[in-house]
C-alpha cells in the first residue's frame, strides 16, 4: 500500500508541524491511511468490468440512456448508457457517435432523453485519457455507435419515477418559452446545458456567469428559501418545514443529473436541515467536510472532476472571505445588501480563479461587475423556473403562465451575458500548466496575507498599521500575478493552448504546429499558394522546425518564401540530393537566410518546446532515388504532451502499413485523399478522432476521391476538408479537443 504509506508520512508531517498531541497524531495518521484504504479498495470495486475482453469488438446491447446525448467538439454526439442485458449487464458505457457518422445514426438518437432504452450497436473501445470525465462518471468502456435503434421502453423503479418528474419538469419549461429562453432556463434550473447554442454557453463562459448554468449550491440555497415560506403557508410547524426541504433536497439532486457540485450541495444542505430539525447548531465547516467524504466516498475519482473542485473552492473561499469582505464594505458605507452580495461574488471568484485558468485557460476581470449585475435576476428566474416545473407536474397552463413572467430575468440574463462577454479583454488567456502552479497561486497570496497580519500586530502607530495593509494588499495581488506568471512557463502573457493548424493553401500541404510561442510548419504549400499571408493570420514570425516533406511543387513550392520571410531554426529537408529546380530554389533560399538544413532519417527525433517530431519514414539513404517522390515522403508522428498527429505527406498505405503506428488523436489523409485500397485499415489502426484532406477547391485530379471519402467516414473519425472548410483549427488544452473551421 505505497499509498497508505505516502499519506501516513504526510499526516505525521502535519501532525509535527502544528504541535498536535500523540493521541491526536495517532488518530489523524490512523484516519488518513484507513482513508487511503477505503479510497483502493473503492477505486478497485468501481474498475471491476466484465467487459474487458470484449475491446476491439462490435458488440450490440441494449441499455438504458443516463443522458440526454449531447452535442460534442467534433460534430459527433456522445451520452452516458447503462447496459441491461449480457454480459457487462449493469455497467456504464461512454456511447459516442462520431463527427462523420452523427448525421447517419442520429436518428436513433432523436428525442432521446435520461431513462430511455435503445439498442445499440459499434466497436467497444478503451477509455482514452480525454474520456477522463467519463471515468469519474462510472464509465469502463467507449462504445463507437454504428446504428442505434429506441425500444420504445424506459427504466423503472426510483429512477423512473424520477425521470418522469424530469420529463414534465422539461415540458413544462419548454412549452411557454422560446428554444433559447427555454435552453437557458433547463440549465438554471435543471442543470441541461446542452440545448444552449454554441455562442450562448461561449458568452456565459466568457463573462464569468457559466456558474449559473450549473445545478450547484446556489440551486439547493434558491430551493429552501422558495420552499420554506411556501410549507409555512400550508400550516407545517417548523420541524415539518425542515423535512419537508429536506425530502425536495433529495428529490432535486438526482433530478438535476446529480453532478459533483450539486452532490456537494445536497450533502451540505442535508447535513444542515438534519442539524436543524435535531435543534443543534450547524457547523458550515463541518458540512463542508461532511461533503467532501461522502462524494469521495461514492467516487474518489471526483477529486479530479473540475465541478468537484471549483464547487468546494468556492464554498470554501465564501466561508473564509465573505464576511469579512462583508464587514469591510459596510464600514465603508457601502448598503448591507450590495455589501453582501459583491463579498459573495468577489470571494468565490478569488477562489476559483487558479482552478479556472488551470482547466479552461482563462480568467475573466468581467466576471465580478457582470455578476453584481445578474445577482437581481438570478433568484426570480430559478424561482419561477423551479415554481414552473412544479406546476406542470399538475397542470401545463400554470407551469406556461409562469414561464411568461420568467422570460424577463431570463432575457435580461441572456443580454448580460452577450454584452459582457463581447468586451475587450473580457476574457484573458492565462493557463497554469501543473498542480504546483495552481497550489503556487493558492499558496503565495495567503502566505503574504498571514505574515502582513502578524506584521500589523507588531505595529503601535495607527499610521504605520495602515500602510502596512496597504502595503500588504499590494503585495498579495503582485505575488498572485507574478507566482501566476512564473507557473505559466515563462514572462509576460501566458502561453496559449496547442493549436495545430491545417492551412487552407490551394492544392498542396501546409500543416502549422504551435505550443508555447514555438512552431512547427510542415510543408508550405504550392509556389503561387497564400502561406505567407496564412502564417501571418497566425501570428508567426520565427518557426522553430521547417519540414519539407519530399521534392514536389505542391508541398516545398512556398517554403523558399517562408524562408525569406520568416526565422527558420532548422530546415528538415526530404528532397535532399533532388536537382529539380524547386528544390535547388529552397537549398538558395536556406543559404541566404543562414537556416541549417539537414536530410531525414528514420528514428530521428526532433523537438521544438514540448512539441517532438519523430521521422518514422524514409531511411537514408531513401529507396528508389530516381523514382516516386511520394514513396520517400517523410512521415512524421508529432507528440505534443498526450497529443498525437500523424502527418504522412503524399506516403499511402504501401509506405505506411508496415510502420509501427500507436493510436493517433488527429489524421492528416496521404496524398489530399487519393484513392488508397489500405486506407480503412489503416485508420482502423489509428482510430484518430479527427481526420483532414489538405485539398484545393475544383482541382484537376479528382482529390478528394470518393473512395477515400467512404472510408474516413466509415472509421467515424471527424472528418474535414481545407477545400470545403478553409482552415482547420485544433486547439488541445490537456484532454480537450476544439476543432474550428474557417471556411
Known sequence: MPAACLVAAVGLLVAGALRLGPVVTALATVALVGGAIAAHARLEALDATALRPLVGHEVTRRATLLEAPRPTSTGGERALVRLARGRGAGETLLARIPGAGAKRTRAGWAGLEAGDEVVVGGELQRLRSWDAWARVRGAHAVLRVRFARPTGGRRGGLAGVVDAIRRRAEAGLDGGLDPPEAALARGMVLGQDERLSAAARGDFQRSGLAHILAASGQNVMLLAALALPLLAAVGLGLRGRLAGVLLLVALYVPLAGAGPSIQRAGVMGAAGLIAAIAGRRSSRWYAVLLAAAVTLLLDPRAVADPGWQLS????????????????????????????????????????????????FDRVSPVSLPANLLATPAVAPAMWLGMLSAAGAQVATPLAH???????????????????????????????????????????????VLLLRRRLARTVRNARRAVR??????????????VAATLASGRPGPATKPLTISFLDIGQGDATLIQDGGRSVLVDAGPPDGPILARLKAAGVTTID????????????????????????????????????????????????????????????????????????????????????????????????????????ADAESDVTAPLTLPPVDALKVAHHGSEDPGLPDLLQRLRPRVAVIEVGRRNTYGHPTPQALNAVTASGAALYRTDRDGTVRLTVTGDRLRVVAHG
Open 545 to 648: 522546425l521547417l519540414v519539407v516533406t519530399h521534392d514536389q511543387a505542391d508541398h516545398e513550392g512556398g517554403a523558399p518564401g517562408v524562408l525569406a520571410g520568416h526565422r527558420v531554426g532548422l530546415v528538415l529537408d526530404g528532397a535532399a540530393g533532388d536537382r529539380t529546380s524547386e528544390h535547388l530554389a529552397l537549398v538558395r533560399a536556406a543559404a541566404a537566410a543562414h537556416a541549417r538544413r539537414i536530410a531525414p532519417q528514420r528514428g530521428q527525433v526532433l523537438r521544438a518546446g514540448r512539441i517532438r517530431v519523430d521521422v518514422l519514414w524514409p531511411p537514408w539513404p531513401p529507396p528508389d532515388p530516381g523514382g516516386d517522390p511520394n514513396q520517400r515522403a517523410i512521415v512524421a508522428l508529432v507528440h505534443v504532451g498526450r497529443f498525437d498527429l500523424l502527418l504522412p
Open 468 to 481: 502596512q495593509r496597504t502595503l500588504g494588499a499590494v503585495v498579495a495581488v503582485a505575488a498572485t500575478l
Open 401 to 447: 403562465l409562469l414561464d411568461a413572467l420568467a422570460l424577463y430575468p431570463l432575457a435580461f440574463l441572456a443580454w448580460l451575458a452577450h454584452a459582457s462577454a463581447v468586451l475587450p479583454g473580457a476574457a484573458l488567456t492565462l493557463h497554469l500548466r501543473s498542480v504546483w502552479a495552481v497550489a503556487a497561486a493558492y499558496a503565495v497570496p495567503i502566505a
Open 312 to 359: 468546494f473552492a468556492a464554498v470554501i473561499a465564501i466561508l473564509a472571505l465573505a464576511a469579512p469582505l462583508r464587514d469591510r464594505l459596510v464600514r465603508r458605507g457601502v448598503p448591507r445588501g450590495l455589501a453582501e452580495a459583491t463579498a459573495l461574488t468577489l470571494a468565490a471568484t478569488l477562489g476559483t480563479a487558479p482552478l479556472l485558468a488551470h482547466h
